[in-house]
């Protein structure tokens, strides 16, 4: 979100026009280096958010909490990542800039609470076995 952040206000959208890769490929060069790092970290968030959602699923003391919202985040990265597409598709329409944005801090959130389902699922887990 930061360095989405800061593509936006640097005026950087547009500077890798292609996608999935820039025209560098898939390594960075100079020209495409910040927007080429946004899709890095998006691609290594989505991956992580997945496999932290499939997790949730297949742990043994998951919850129906940790359940929803490792879910939630993992449709909402798909989502996210799927927009990140479209944004540069329609040439940064302003509508679809704006839902990024929203999204990004739905998913935001949702990592959040996942994190505090799975401290608190911890916890208890810690306090039976005392
Ligand atoms: C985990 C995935 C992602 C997150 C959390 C994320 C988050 C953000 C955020 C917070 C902004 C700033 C929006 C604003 O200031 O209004 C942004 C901008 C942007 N993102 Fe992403 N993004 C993700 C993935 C992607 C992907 C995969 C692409 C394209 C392939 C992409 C393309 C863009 C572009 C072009 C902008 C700049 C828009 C502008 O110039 O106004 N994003 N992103």
């Known amino acids: 979100?930061?360095?989405?952040?800061?593509?936006?206000?640097?005026?950087l959208g547009l500077t890798c026009?292609?996608?999935?890769?820039?025209?560098?490929?898939?390594?960075?060069n100079e020209k495409y280096l910040i927007e080429w790092t946004h899709r890095a970290v998006a691609a290594t968030t989505?991956?992580?958010?997945?496999?932290?959602?499939?997790s949730?699923?297949?742990?043994?003391?998951?919850?129906k909490y940790?359940?929803?919202t490792g879910t939630l985040g993992a449709v909402f990265v798909v989502t996210q990542i799927t927009l990140g597409a479209l944004v540069i598709d329609l040439k940064l329409h302003?509508?679809?800039?704006?839902?990024h944005l929203g999204i990004g801090i739905l998913l935001f959130a949702m990592v959040l609470l996942t994190t505090l389902f799975a401290f608190r699922l911890g916890k208890a887990t810690i306090q039976a076995n005392i």
């Open 46 to 54: 989505g991956a992580l958010i997945i496999a932290t959602a499939v």
């Open 17 to 28: 026009p292609d996608w999935p890769l820039c025209p560098s490929g898939i390594f960075p």
């Open 56 to 63: 949730c699923w297949f742990t043994k003391n998951s919850n």
């Open 94 to 99: 302003a509508l679809l800039v704006a839902i």
């Open 1 to 11: 979100m930061f360095i989405g952040g800061y593509v936006s206000a640097a005026g």
């Open 66 to 68: 940790l359940k929803l």
